[in-house]
């Protein structure tokens, strides 16, 4: 999903209707899907203000997201929104009451030595701080949308979770697009439909596993990202995966192998 963001932001189409258009694909995507599998059923819902809350959150973390991926190297995008893990927690903790045992906190830990690994402040540093604000806060809002998902378990099936964001956010981004409008080329907008699956597909998996696990815990996996980020980075734009990013690497993968087998 993020490479196709960069390959779209590189040709010049505006962050807000790549918001718009990944959110109202998915949304077409989703509607004929729950009216097979669940017919009308699969629509209703009583949690309405969390579906706003997790749509306006959640579509606002996204913008902050594909933004950056425009802006910065491909991995370095990819390494902001690897910090939501580290806010997740806390969210939980102080929303849900969650708490993350010892061995979480000590992967959390090793993930958070990858990153900077990889980051290599001393050799390169950050392409600049207001980017890395926007990062940040992108991960700070979507550590708070999953957690509002862990909050719906309940209640809430994975695939009306991810088709009442679609309509949230299409509703919510297109003001922006339209204030931004440039219509899209027929290629763009296979690339686009090509995001919206992808996307949806990423997000169903993911909101499934929101559902069924401790908030905190499942962040972790979230690291093995970054491996697959670095060789596309290389291998797409030629971004040079240096000795830091594969120690970087290793302290990641082993952080989430950790996380596994913690209680």
Known sequence: MG?????????????????????IFAFVLLVPWI??????????????????????IGVSAMS??????GQLQFTEAILLKLTTPFFIPLVALLWLGEK???????????GFLGVICIVDPANR????????????????????????????RTT??????????????????????????QTPSSVQLLWLFLLATVATIGQL?????????????????????LVF??????????????LATILGCVFIVSAGILNMRSK
């Open 229 to 242: 980020s670095s060789v596309m980075g290389w291998w797409l734009w030629e971004e040079v995966l240096s």
């Open 156 to 181: 809430e099936p994975s695939l009306r979770i991810v088709f009442y964001f679609s309509l949230v956010a299409s509703m919510l981004s297109a003001p922006f697009a339209a204030a931004s409008w």
């Open 205 to 225: 998996l993911i909101t499934a596993a929101y559902r069924r696990v401790n908030a905190g815990k499942i962040g972790q996996f979230t690291y093995t990202s």
């Open 100 to 110: 993350s045992g010892l061995q979480t906190l000590i992967a959390i830990a090793i």
């Open 3 to 23: 490479a196709i963001i960069k390959h779209l932001s590189i040709g010049d189409l505006p962050n807000e209707l790549i918001v718009f258009f990944r959110n």
């Open 125 to 152: 540093g950050w392409a600049a701080l207001d980017l890395v604000a926007i990062g940040l806060l992108g991960a700070i809002l979507a550590a708070l949308a999953k957690v509002t998902i862990r909050r719906m």
């Open 64 to 69: 902050c997201f594909f933004y950056i991926l």
């Open 35 to 56: 009216g097979y599998t669940s017919g009308l059923d699969g629509f209703r819902t009583r949690q309405w203000h969390f579906h706003l809350m997790r749509g306006a």
